[in-house]
């Protein structure tokens, strides 16, 4: 199959990171942050963890990128400073330096959400 067939045949699409780290001279990608959901879609092999390209199946050989996927490797944290970003954007205590893996700042960050939305009984209260 051709490299242009192989990726219509097997992506579906990209991941959309919340970070994004480029280096200052080529604008390459250095590294990105996924939410907890598409991180998992990375580590289990259903994406690119270059490109962010989406796979339908289980995937070695990205199509896209060509990147080989190192299946032992372990996959690198977010650095500190994007973990202090989804802490703050949480509005929780500060915890203890790597204490918490991004996953859970993420998942964190997401109750915290939730937390700010006002209940709908609360609008629209009765007179009397
Ligand atoms: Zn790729």
Redesign the pocket.
Known sequence: MGREAAIKAQVKGFLIPIFVERDVDTGEVIRSGLGPEDFEKVRSGYA?A????IFDTYTIT?P????VREWEADIPGAPELWLAHLREQAQEEPTPRSARSFDEAMKAKLAGDEMEKIPVRKLRRRRR
Request: charged content about 10%.
């Open positions: 690119c270059r490109c962010l390209a990205c896209a990128c060509g990147l």
